[in-house]
């Protein structure tokens, strides 16, 4: 664990966030598994576990570490208990730390991130029981039966900025849509999706731009505002035709923007020649990998929201810094030797989704993962 990066958490302080030698700590004394240390200012005393994923574990940090690779590798609770020779309930308390953790990491990288080209999709799973054995009272409830994770999917560095787990409504389209607007730097990407009509919809919505009509003749009462795609808004959907299940013909449309601006776009992107959703749908699979909750016909579904989206936070943000994508790997200018002369050479540079997006510069640890410390929201 890097305690470099300790501060004092007291707002009131006047070295209040800051790190390193500016923290002025002091070593004062020793619980459980890490040191405690002292603000000379204020006199708070600070755990260095404290603002990491070790926060209140009493377990073996070592053991720790397994089981939390484990959940963001997809293993199930149970088989996780069994693999590392602890309790299933104790790694059940473990996963809302984790995710609650891997959430803070992530929000506090994905800000102003400049994205050139956006796929979005849907993936279905279900919560407790599927939607045909619902009760009329779970039905108006909303909380088990069918539940879709919507994705953001940024093809040219496979980062995935923006998800949102419920029902397939304009709703949560729009609450992907304004997730996705809250982690980039302004600029409108060049979006593409399928048929389904939320996304036209959420798009207009987040990025559309209220206009006045004009008023027809010189009475009566003037149009309501409505809204307008911006002159920037590229967006184009990809229709499958099919037929006893099969796809038969794939045709595109352009919904937002012009031909003309579809084709610059494309032109400029490095992944994409034609209108599609490949990353995305290429991108479905490997969540479905990192979650043995969104695997298909298993015994293995959610039996509650909030362990899925705690789950499936720990498998993005493990994504995103931890594992490398053999897509953005990178050649070296020359072979390197691993082990002398008897090893195989390295010719290639392992990078990860955030090392793409230029969040990081190097591979992470999953102890690297459990150990960062978010700063205070205020010092963002």
Request: glycine letters at 6%; a positive charge.
């Amino acid at each position: 664990m890097d305690y470099t990066t300790c501060c004092c958490l007291n707002p009131r302080c006047v070295l209040f966030g800051k790190v390193g030698s500016a923290a002025r700590l002091k070593r004062y004394d020793w619980q459980r598994a890490g040191p405690r240390f002292q603000c000379q200012a204020c006199r708070v005393v600070i755990s260095a576990s404290t603002g990491t994923a070790y926060a209140g574990v009493r377990t073996d940090l070592n053991i720790y570490r397994r089981g939390a690779k484990a959940l963001a590798e997809g293993v199930s609770i149970r088989a996780t208990g069994r693999l590392i020779e602890v309790d299933k309930d104790t790694v059940q308390r473990w996963l809302p730390i984790l995710g609650q953790h891997g959430q803070a990491v992530m929000s506090y990288f994905f800000r102003n991130l400049h994205l050139t080209e956006c796929q979005l999709d849907e993936l279905w799973t279900f919560i407790y029981k599927k939607e045909a054995h619902l009760t009329p009272l779970e039905q108006l409830a909303e909380v088990y039966g069918d539940a879709w994770v919507w994705i953001a999917f940024s093809p040219v560095c496979k980062l995935v900025p923006a998800w949102v787990i419920g029902k397939r409504t304009l709703a949560h389209a729009r609450r992907l849509v304004f997730r996705l607007k809250s982690a980039t730097d302004g600029q409108i990407p060049f979006f593409t999706s399928d048929e389904l009509p939320h996304y036209a919809d959420a798009l207009l919505e987040v990025y559309g731009q209220w206009v006045q009509p004009a008023r027809h003749g010189a009475r009566g009462r003037f149009p309501k505002p409505r809204r307008i795609p911006p002159p920037d808004l590229c967006y184009a959907v990809v229709v499958k035709e099919r037929e006893n299940g099969r796809v038969v013909e794939v045709t595109t449309r352009i919904v937002y923007g012009s031909t003309e601006q579809v084709e610059a776009a494309l032109q400029a992107s490095p992944v994409s020649r034609i209108i599609n959703t490949y990353g995305v749908e290429r991108n479905n699979l490997t969540v479905r990998q990192h979650s043995r909750r969104m695997s298909r016909k298993v015994n293995a579904f959610s039996k509650d929201p909030d362990y899925l989206e705690h789950q499936l936070t720990l498998a993005f943000a493990y994504y995103h810094f931890v594992v490398p994508h053999r897509g953005l790997r990178q050649r070296l200018p020359r072979a390197l030797p691993t082990k002398g002369r008897t090893g195989s050479y390295k010719k290639w540079k392992l990078v990860t989704p955030a090392m793409a997006a230029g969040l990081t510069d190097h591979v992470w640890t999953m102890d690297e993962l459990l150990s960062f410390r978010v700063p205070p929201k205020s010092l963002w």
